[in-house]
């Protein structure tokens, strides 16, 4: 019977907020974009009245915003991995 370690790779409250903000701006940003195609295609002009440049604007500002929380995810993420490396390998 195998043993599982003590120690669990355990996710940091920074990282979660980080995890669950940057996939639910991403997927409201791509459901902007496509209701942005969707009803560009039938009416143009519902997309340059009303709502339509806020919902587009969404889409442009959402996806850059996204991306640059996944990476800064990432880094923390690796951080914390690092720092646990490190601490494995000083006992």
């Known amino acids: 019977m195998?043993?599982?370690s003590t120690e669990s790779s355990s996710s940091?409250?920074?990282?979660r907020i980080l995890?669950?903000?940057?996939l639910s701006i991403i997927a409201i940003a791509l459901?902007?974009?496509?209701?942005?195609l969707i009803v560009g295609l039938?009416?143009?002009?519902?997309?340059a009245t009303g709502f339509g440049?806020?919902?587009?604007?969404i889409s442009i500002i959402g996806l850059p915003i996204g991306f640059l929380l996944l990476i800064a995810l990432?880094?923390?993420?690796?951080?914390?991995?690092?720092?646990?490396?490190?601490?494995?390998?000083?006992?």
């Not at 940091?12 to 990282?15: I, T």
């Not at 039938?42 to 997309?47: I, L, P, T």
């Not at 990432?74 to 006992?91: A, G, M, N």
């Open 2 to 4: 195998e043993r599982m």
């Open 12 to 15: 940091s409250l920074l990282e």
């Open 19 to 22: 995890a669950f903000t940057s």
């Open 31 to 36: 459901l902007s974009f496509f209701v942005t």
């Open 42 to 47: 039938n009416d143009r002009e519902v997309v």
């Open 53 to 57: 440049p806020i919902v587009y604007g």
């Open 74 to 91: 990432l880094i923390v993420s690796q951080v914390r991995r690092r720092r646990e490396f490190r601490k494995s390998q000083q006992r």
